[in-house]
């Protein structure tokens, strides 16, 4: 996947900077809420617009909730009641956010990198890919479904395909904003109130679901040294809130 965004005469990141200056790193702590995190996204995407920051990638878990993208469908809502719905700017359809679950928020000038929406979508993925592949997990892609899927298999039945990472983002003024959330142990029962991403012949799996005890410390190291093959150096910096 990787040799989808790495430039095959020099092996560097595509989507890193024309100026190789380092994106922003930064980690909550705590749980974020998410309005607040929408606001704070767009005050972000709007200074670097404008020249007043610098890129940011922002790692979070939210409280439970269900958010829905420029492309959901109100019947794949299918607890209302269950737990906060908001409506986002982003693309996608319905996704669950919750515990367990990290949220990689990446506001990055594509004017600096490089102004082609679906080639920075299949770089988020193969930036999932990469770090999943820390972990021996085989993350994969497939045609008409945006997002990181794991085929598994059980003796005496046929391969399923469940996701372990969904895609959303939203573009303005190129700079870009929303990002992906990788399941590291969130409590899967909670996507059963939506239809996740409109999909409903596969399921969701997650790294602890697969069997591995992976911690949020360990994820973000993964995620953050295959964020650098794709996308080029990060430094640390404060949450934006």
Known sequence: MLDRVLNPATNAPIFGRSDNSPAGWAVSKTPVAYPDAVAAMEARAA???????????????HPPLYSAGVSAKPGDLLEADRFPVFE?????????????????????????????????????????????????????????????????????????EDKIAAVGVKLRRWVSFHGISLNVEPDLSHFSGIVPCGVTEHGVTSLVDLGLPVTMEEADAALRTSFGQVFGAVADAAPPI
């Open 47 to 61: 200074a670097i617009a404008e020249g007043r920051a610098g890129e940011l990638v922002w790692l979070l878990e």
């Open 88 to 160: 986002s700017g982003r693309g996608g359809q319905y996704t669950y956010h919750g515990p367990g679950q990290r949220v990689a928020y990446v506001m990055l000038d594509l004017t600096q990198r490089r102004r082609d929406v679906r080639a920075f979508v299949a770089a988020l993925e193969a930036w999932v890919i990469g770090a999943l592949e820390r972990f021996n997990v085989v993350g994969e892609v497939r045609p008409g479904r945006v997002g990181v899927w794991v085929e598994r298999r059980t003796p005496g039945a046929p391969p399923r």
